[in-house]
């Protein structure tokens, strides 16, 4: 799969922090209840920190629980790639930017009470917050 926004290991390495790199370009996940914007509730958009595309708006955040910021749906279907991840031996499906294939998280099904029953769980320094002016 090849990407809007393509940069080498070395580009992606001066540009993010080490935290930043490991969640994003190796797919770490950042320890739960620690993330800056997991309490965020402004309105705003949420974007790619590692290219600013835009991934979700704050109206679809809500509280799961699980430690981790969640969505239940991007801001546009196209703007996330969704790929099966059979790691940890689990099956699960991963959320990439679809706009640079940086990693963000996984998405699971089960938001319940959610408009699309999804819950977009997502690493906090994955991402980035614009709230509306
Ligand atoms: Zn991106």
Not at 66 to 89: H, K, N, Q
Not at 98 to 114: I, K, Q, Y
């Amino acid at each position: 799969m090849s990407y809007p926004v393509h940069k080498s290991d070395a580009e992606w390495r001066a540009e993010l922090g080490e935290e930043q790199y490991s969640v994003l370009r190796e797919a770490a996940t950042e320890r739960p209840w620690t993330g800056e914007l997991l309490d965020e509730e402004r309105s705003g958009v949420y974007h790619c920190a590692a290219c600013d595309a835009e991934l979700f708006k704050s109206g679809t955040k809500f509280d799961s629980g699980c430690g981790w910021p969640s969505f239940y749906e991007s801001v546009r279907p196209e703007a996330v790639e969704l790929i099966e991840d059979r790691t940890l031996g689990m099956v699960r499906t991963e959320v990439r930017c679809a706009n640079c294939g940086s990693h963000l998280g996984h998405v699971f099904p089960d938001g319940f009470g959610t408009p699309t029953g999804d819950r977009y769980c997502m690493n906090s320094i994955a991402l980035g917050f614009t709230p509306e002016s």
